[in-house]
């Protein structure tokens, strides 16, 4: 009997050793008011937000945060940190607050100079590049995400000849009734007329191992009067119109 006493002390000891401590969280509000200003992050502080303790607004403190977007006024829970116990840390939303939440609040890591060019925010090794293509007015796209024998022109809304037009918003009629049916290719061009409706030219034929922008130029058509927005490049073999068909032609400048 003593020694399964024993025994049974020492696995007690070690279950006390191997338990985590249970930690206490504290209910806190994100962001305080300064000159009627919403403020969340704190100033030189990375990674630090202030937090209304208890929603007392003279019980602010400063917390390590890498939970939860910086939404003022998000009701979150905090903790003393595990390692660094002389700060508090945001553990994440007091989800049980509110049964409907005014906004939603996933977290957005804040890397975003990681992917900027600008020189004057440091820069980064993963820029992301800014294609025309991802510019929507008078884009010229593939109608559905499989394709098809026509195109969509988006929509866009200027003031021209003295007057406001909504101009794109439409699809055109099917380009395929043009493509060749040797090895050869055809450019077909597509704009819009002074008074806002699209129209198509058709070019004429080419080598068809002729691509690239710089290649098809020479055979562009000449354009009808009014803006051109993109060429369309056709061969025997194309069954649809998808983005390695379409050469945007639209002028930024």
């Known amino acids: 009997m003593a020694v399964g ?12 050793k191997q338990k985590e401590d249970r930690k206490d969280y504290i209910s806190g509000i994100l962001g305080f008011l300064i000159n009627g200003q919403q403020l969340v992050e704190v100033p030189n502080r990375i990674g630090y937000v202030y937090v209304r303790l208890r929603d007392n607004l003279s019980e602010i403190i400063q917390a390590f945060n890498q939970s939860v977007s910086p939404v003022y006024g998000l009701p979150v829970l905090i903790s003393r940190d595990t390692v660094d116990t002389t700060r508090y840390v945001i553990v994440g ?7 409907n939440w005014q906004t939603i609040s996933s977290f957005l890591p804040r890397h975003g100079n ?7 925010l440091g820069g980064g090794g993963d820029i992301v590049w800014v294609y025309r293509e991802q510019f929507m007015p008078l884009l010229v796209s593939p109608s559905g995400s499989a394709g098809a024998g026509s195109v969509i022109i988006n929509y866009y809304s200027t003031y021209r000849n003295n007057q406001w037009q909504v101009l794109g918003g439409t699809g055109t009629p099917s380009l395929l009734v043009a493509k060749p049916t040797d090895a050869n290719a055809r450019m077909m061009l597509i704009g819009l007329g002074n008074e806002g409706n699209p129209w198509i030219v058709t070019g004429g034929l080419f080598a068809g191992t002729i691509t690239g922008s710089a290649a098809i130029t020479p055979y562009l058509p000449t ?3 009014g803006t051109v927005l993109a060429a369309v490049r056709l061969v025997s073999g194309t069954a649809r119109i998808v983005w390695d068909n379409i050469y945007d032609l639209r002028n930024f400048f």
């Not at 939303?93 to 049964?99: I, N």
């Open 5 to 16: 006493r024993k025994r049974l002390q020492e696995s007690l000891t070690l279950s006390n």
């Open 114 to 120: 990681q992917h900027s060019f600008a020189p004057e």
């Open 223 to 225: 354009p009808a009067t």
């Open 93 to 99: 939303r007091e989800t049980s607050r509110y049964a």
